[in-house]
């Protein structure tokens, strides 16, 4: 004795497909959901500006990848009292490696950021005792492939060549303790002390 028919054990299938179908339309992909933007590397005339090519992937860029200080709240009131006359730490100033030791990134936090680095095909060009940053020669491709971006070029607004900068701003694994990436574009050119070229 069937205890269903086949036309509702049909219905019912194409019932639970649907919901099915829906749920994954609603779910964003896992890896949507674990990466963050940082925010900040978008230069403001790029906006206004159209590109005029892209970078040629033959490039290669040097890049500091920044990683946060610990700490803030108990930075901020350090800060406060080594400058109040009336605190205990008035002046009582920290060395470089006390500094690293209660406010800058853990040696964790940095292996994370050099083993992303490696992964991803950078060069890693220079390590700091303060582990503020992690500095790494990479080539245009595997930049622009690992920040999910494009570095394109552009005619400068108010100098006479090109400068290139990123379309959109860099995302990474929210697991990898990155807070900033300097040198993707070159709107501003360096300067030495004293106005020099």
Partial sequence: MKLFSPHFTRL???????????????????????????????????????????LPGTNHLNLYLGLPWRNQPELEELLRALHDPASANYHQWLTPEQFTEQFGPTVEDYQKVVGFAG???????????????????????????????????????????TFYAPDAEPTVDTNVPILHVAGLDNFVRPHRLGGGL
């Avoid at 080539?139 to 971006?149: D, G, H, Q, S, Y």
């Fill in 119 to 161: 992964q991803h095909g950078f060069k890693i060009s220079g390590l700091y005792s303060n582990r503020m940053m992690v500095n790494v020669d990479a080539p245009v491709p595997a930049i622009e492939k690992t920040f999910r971006l494009a570095l394109q070029q552009y005619q400068h607004p108010s100098e006479q060549r």
């Fill in 12 to 54: 019912h299938i194409a019932n639970k497909l649907c919901v099915l179908l829906l749920l994954l339309a609603l779910t964003p992909p896992a890896e949507a959901q674990s990466r963050r933007a940082l925010a900040g590397h978008v230069v403001p005339a790029t906006l206004r500006l159209r590109p005029v090519a892209a």
